[in-house]
């Protein structure tokens, strides 16, 4: 059963601690983005990836960190640096990569992250 | 910096009835216009995208209309069933894609 999978579904977090979210697809796309979606806001681009070995920031990156060490896995890792952590974060892939968007994002079902 | 507007914010209509939901864009080298909808708890998907060499998509009852000297687009839902209800994104491409803020679509029995 081909499609992304995002881990956990639900986290918690105390303020200072840093905590990794988690992605992994199977349908051989070589792109994949992290989002975060707010309420009343559209989605908003934290990083991206293109190929293995190689991410670029999006509009919001400060306090996020991300690797691509697999075509497969794009671990998104929240920072205590990050002011406001308190999101619905969205893994997406696509199969394009002559430009960033080239076709159909699929999207994972998402992780809520709470900061208490 | 490049922005999509997405109105309205809140769209209530009667089943049956048609939604028309519009977008705004700023960067005029905006080349790609995807549609995606998200049911409530559930991921996005795409349901119809347009790319600017073309002024009209249409899939079943869905369609998305461009026009790319007023830099917006549109998407129009006939016969508006209660599955249709769920949270409707724009986005506009050169490179990088800008998302509108969402419609929330509500079908009324």
């Known amino acids: 059963d081909g499609g992304i999978t995002q881990s956990p579904k639900y986290l918690f977090r105390k303020e200072g601690q840093n905590v990794t979210l988690s992605c992994e697809q199977n349908?051989?796309?070589?792109?994949m983005y992290w989002y975060r979606q707010d309420p009343g806001q559209g989605l908003r681009l934290i990083y991206y990836s293109q190929i293995v070995n190689d991410f670029q920031k999006g509009d919001i990156a400060e306090g996020y960190s991300v690797s691509r060490e697999k075509k497969e896995s794009f671990p998104l890792t929240v920072t205590s640096a990050q002011k406001n952590p308190t999101a619905f974060y969205l893994c997406?892939?696509?199969?394009?990569?002559?430009?960033?968007?080239?076709?159909?994002?699929?999207f994972g079902e998402g992780s809520r992250l709470t900061v208490l | 910096g490049e922005n999509v507007e997405q109105h309205p914010s809140t769209l209530s209509v009667q089943e049956g009835d048609s939604a028309v939901i519009k977008c705004t864009y700023s960067?005029?080298?905006?080349?790609?216009f995807p549609w995606y909808k998200q049911e409530l708890g559930k991921r996005p998907q795409l349901i119809i995208d347009i790319r600017s060499n073309v002024g009209e998509k249409k899939d079943q009852r869905i369609a998305v209309t461009l026009n790319k000297t007023a830099k917006h687009f549109s998407l129009h839902i006939t016969e508006t069933q209660p599955e249709d209800s769920a949270v409707y994104f724009c986005?506009?491409?050169?490179?990088?894609?800008?998302w509108g803020a969402g419609t929330k679509l509500i079908i009324k029995p």
């Open positions: 986005a506009a491409s050169n490179y990088q894609l800008i």
């Open positions: 997406a892939s696509s199969f394009g990569t002559t430009g960033i968007y080239t076709g159909e994002l699929f």
């Open positions: 960067d005029s080298a905006s080349n790609y």
């Open positions: 349908l051989n796309h070589d792109a």
